[in-house]
T-cell receptor, first 114, second 113 residues
Framework: AQTVTQSQPEMSVQEAETVTLSCTYD???????LFWYKQPPSRQMILVIRQEAYKQQNATENRFSVNFQKAAKSFSLKISDSQLGDTAMYFC???????????FGAGTRLTVKP | DSGVTQTPKHLITATGQRVTLRCSPR?????VYWYQQSLDQGLQFLIQ???????AKGNILERFSAQQFPDLHSELNLSSLELGDSALYFC????????????FGPGTRLTVL
């Protein structure tokens, strides 16, 4: 079974600084997808970034980028120039190729301080 | 706003009762997914429908059922409710059946007293 581990229950960062959230996963699959979702206090689940395992290039979306290490089964999220609106729970998620049973980590609560 | 709508936003009911949660996917999306987010279990995938047919099942209890209608909206039925069913229930949608980015609705907060 696929498991997703987020080892940092809580993190904080000063506004305008950079923070990295960790995620590791366990799978025997070679084709899969990885996601970071953000859940602000409104509870809405918002897709931050998506990575296909067959792509070696790390995904980026504006201030958000990932460090995907397939051999190490690691998928960390880097947030640059942190903003107060980045304060949220961040969930790492795994999905096998051709299977929509998405597995989520326990989440990391990020607080951006002014 | 993801374009996925869910009703109601909040629902309070008693143990043993039955409730129905409703979801309308984004325009053009054919797949609908249901998730449960609870304090002890975290976020769990429940079930997926694609164009009216069940496609994948996760950790869905036998007391729970879902369906997707011809207009593509979906309903999740929860029966014989227990205190432990209290949770946030999300619906998500995507265009295709497999391995497609899912967009989440705002969720329905269910409280069982």
């Amino acid at each position: 079974a696929q498991t997703v581990t987020q080892s940092q229950p809580e993190m904080s960062v000063q506004e305008a600084e950079t923070v990295t959230l960790s995620c590791t996963y366990d799978t025997s699959e070679s084709n899969y997808y990885l996601f970071w979702y953000k859940q602000p206090p409104s509870r809405q689940m918002i897709l931050v970034i998506r990575q296909e395992a067959y792509k070696q290039q790390n995904a980026t979306e504006n201030r958000f980028s990932v460090n995907f290490q397939k051999a190490a089964k690691s998928f960390s999220l880097k947030i640059s120039d942190s903003q107060l609106g980045d304060t949220a729970m961040y969930f790492c998620a795994f999905m096998k190729y051709n299977n929509n049973d998405m597995r989520f980590g326990a989440g990391t609560r990020l607080t951006v301080k002014p | 706003d993801s374009g996925v709508t869910q009703t109601p936003k909040h629902l309070i009911t008693a143990t043993g009762q039955r409730v129905t949660l409703r979801c309308s996917p984004r325009s053009g999306d054919l797949s609908v997914y249901w998730y449960q987010q609870s304090l002890d279990q975290g976020l769990q995938f429940l079930i997926q429908y694609y164009n009216g047919e069940e496609r994948a099942k996760g950790n869905i209890l036998e007391r729970f059922s879902a369906q997707q209608f011809p207009d593509l909206h979906s309903e999740l039925n929860l029966s014989s409710l227990e205190l432990g069913d209290s949770a946030l229930y999300f619906c998500a949608s995507s265009v295709w059946e497999l391995t497609d980015t899912q967009y989440f609705g705002p969720g329905t907060r269910l409280t069982v007293l």
